[in-house]
């Protein structure tokens, strides 16, 4: 579908142009129409298909033809990093627009704060906002919200997993009933129903393949030992000629031993964890999408929701424990039909992990031997270790323990 079928206002589909883009994608072509006819809507879509233009364009388009009147827009996001990726593609669509927008989130200074206060007292046309920061300037009493018009939730599952449930119907009670709710998630949990029931209208839906990574992903996976997974990375790295390339693990302990091993070695790489300031990460960010930084070694902090622009190569240090942020973690390579690699290392302990997330993409990823300086890995055998389950015998043919697994990593984010 072209966007002008859409009939856009000159002004967007000059933003549109300048952007580049050209077709619409499949969720863009999908939500488009129910989001133009005013409907609410609860969109299944991930990261990489184009969602954040699916609802920015037609709340755009609306603002220039109906012009200001306050806030317009509220778009709740789950972190920091989101809202700025989401407020810079508004910038970039409003290059040509007399419409304004500001993120607000938490984690800065005085400055800040009060800059956010004068965007909100002012009524700034949209606000991209993650819930904790929002409810501090509500709870002020200064906070414009009775011209709202639209309400957007993105990563919707991800702030119900990150514990946002009760702040996001808080916000929701300073908004007028009488509005558009869009609500977008990878994933739709009956707890994501549930949302939707309390705050959406008769809502059209949209689903997109969930949890299935873009098809540019050449997908493989290494079956190792942990004492071998440091240097499997330094030697896959070695020699090679790749600008770009993010290297992600669940624990923040990992993240800095990667990256002073990889520095010890000469690359050119820096970490991105919680245990670092918002400005730090800031800077980080800037500098990996600003290709000063060839290897971005990072904790799922970035999986989600950013977007970094032809990352050559995403290395899965550990399996993901949530398959959808494995879909999530490669989604970082191919973005918007390039083409990226995507290596996993998996260890004794994962293999059956793993083996869960190739039933949910329903792909078997091939399994690379490793290097012919390396000693041999472990066996993948997760079938074998199913069945062995089944039977009800641990590998030792002993009886199996059903005390449930407690997880070995922290997750830090
Ligand atoms: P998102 O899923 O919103 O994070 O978007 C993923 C990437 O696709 C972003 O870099 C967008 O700028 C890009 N993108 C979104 N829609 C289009 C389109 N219609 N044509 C080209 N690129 C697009």
Same mark, same amino acid.
């Given at each position: 579908?072209?966007?002008?079928?859409?009939?856009?206002?000159?002004?967007? /589909? %000059?933003?549109?142009?300048?952007?580049?883009?050209?077709?619409?994608? *499949?969720?863009?072509?999908?939500?488009?129409?129910?989001?133009?006819?005013? %409907?609410?809507?609860?969109?299944?879509?991930?990261?990489?298909?184009?969602?954040?233009?699916?609802?920015?364009?037609?709340?755009?388009?609306?603002?220039?033809?109906?012009?200001?009147?306050?806030?317009?827009? /509220?778009?709740?996001?789950?972190?920091? %990093?989101?809202?700025?990726?989401?407020?810079?593609?508004? @910038?970039?669509?409003?290059?040509?627009?007399?419409?304004?927008?500001?993120?607000?989130?938490?984690?800065?200074?005085?400055?800040?704060?009060?800059?956010?206060?004068?965007?909100?007292?002012?009524?700034?046309?949209?606000?991209?906002?993650?819930?904790?920061?929002?409810?501090?300037?509500?709870?002020?009493?200064?906070?414009?919200?009775?011209?709202?018009?639209?309400?957007?939730?993105?990563?919707?599952?991800?702030?119900?997993?990150?514990?946002?449930?009760?702040?996001?119907?808080?916000?929701?009670?300073?908004?007028?009933? !009488?509005?558009?709710?869009?609500?977008?998630?990878?994933?739709?949990?009956?707890?994501?129903?549930?949302?939707? =029931?309390?705050?959406?209208?008769?809502?059209? %839906?949209?689903?997109?393949?969930?949890?299935?990574?873009?098809?540019?992903?050449? !997908?493989?996976?290494?079956?190792?030992?942990?004492?071998?997974?440091?240097?499997?990375?330094?030697?896959?790295?070695?020699?090679?000629?790749? *600008?770009?390339?993010?290297?992600?693990?669940?624990?923040?302990?990992?993240?800095?031993?990667?990256? =002073?091993?990889?520095?010890?070695?000469?690359?050119? @790489?820096?970490?991105?964890?919680?245990?670092?300031?918002? @400005?730090?990460?800031?800077?980080?960010?800037?500098?990996?999408?600003?290709?000063?930084?060839?290897?971005?070694?990072?904790?799922?902090?970035?999986?989600?929701?950013?977007?970094?622009?032809?990352?050559?190569?995403?290395?899965?240090?550990?399996?993901?424990?949530? @398959?959808?942020?494995?879909?999530?973690?490669?989604?970082?390579?191919?973005?918007? !039909?390039?083409?990226?690699?995507?290596?996993?290392?998996?260890?004794?302990?994962?293999?059956?992990?793993?083996?869960?997330?190739?039933?949910?993409?329903?792909?078997?990823?091939?399994?690379?031997?490793?290097?012919?300086?390396?000693?041999?890995?472990?066996?993948?055998?997760?079938?074998?270790?199913?069945?062995?389950?089944?039977?009800?015998?641990?590998?030792?043919?002993?009886?199996?323990?059903?005390?449930?697994?407690?997880?070995?990593?922290? =997750?830090?984010?």
């Amino acid at each position: 579908m072209n966007f002008k079928e859409l009939n856009f206002t000159a002004e967007v /589909l %000059e933003g549109l142009d300048a952007m580049r883009f050209e077709k619409a994608t *499949p969720v863009q072509e999908k939500t488009m129409p129910h989001i133009i006819a005013g %409907e609410d809507l609860i969109a299944c879509a991930q990261t990489g298909t184009g969602k954040t233009a699916a609802f920015l364009l037609p709340i755009l388009d609306k603002l220039v033809r109906t012009g200001h009147q306050g806030t317009n827009t /509220l778009i709740i996001v789950p972190t920091r %990093e989101l809202a700025i990726q989401i407020d810079q593609q508004l @910038a970039g669509f409003s290059y040509f627009l007399d419409v304004s927008s500001t993120a607000i989130y938490g984690g800065n200074d005085k400055d800040e704060w009060n800059r956010q206060k004068t965007a909100l007292t002012s009524g700034a046309d949209i606000v991209v906002t993650t819930p904790g920061r929002l409810i501090q300037h509500l709870t002020m009493g200064y906070v414009k919200f009775d011209q709202i018009q639209h309400l957007i939730l993105d990563e919707a599952d991800r702030m119900l997993d990150m514990g946002f449930y009760e702040d996001i119907m808080q916000v929701v009670g300073f908004l007028p009933k !009488q509005r558009q709710t869009l609500l977008f998630s990878a994933t739709m949990p009956p707890k994501i129903r549930e949302l939707a =029931k309390e705050i959406l209208n008769n809502p059209a %839906e949209v689903t997109l393949s969930i949890s299935k990574p873009a098809e540019g992903i050449l !997908q493989a996976a290494y079956v190792v030992y942990d004492t071998q997974k440091i240097p499997l990375i330094n030697s896959l790295l070695k020699d090679k000629d790749l *600008p770009s390339i993010i290297i992600f693990s669940s624990t923040k302990s990992n993240v800095k031993e990667i990256t =002073k091993s990889l520095v010890t070695n000469g690359f050119n @790489a820096k970490s991105i964890h919680s245990d670092l300031e918002q @400005a730090e990460r800031e800077e980080v960010l800037r500098e990996f999408k600003n290709r000063n930084i060839q290897i971005l070694v990072a904790t799922d902090i970035i999986a989600r929701g950013i977007d970094i622009e032809k990352i050559d190569l995403v290395i899965n240090f550990d399996v993901p424990r949530d @398959a959808e942020d494995y879909v999530h973690r490669i989604g970082r390579t191919a973005r918007a !039909q390039t083409q990226g690699v995507a290596l996993t290392f998996i260890n004794e302990k994962e293999k059956l992990e793993f083996h869960k997330i190739e039933q949910l993409i329903e792909k078997v990823v091939y399994k690379v031997p490793l290097p012919p300086d390396f000693e041999d890995g472990p066996v993948y055998d997760p079938e074998e270790i199913i069945a062995r389950r089944k039977k009800g015998k641990n590998k030792y043919g002993n009886k199996r323990n059903f005390k449930k697994k407690s997880g070995d990593q922290t =997750k830090s984010e």
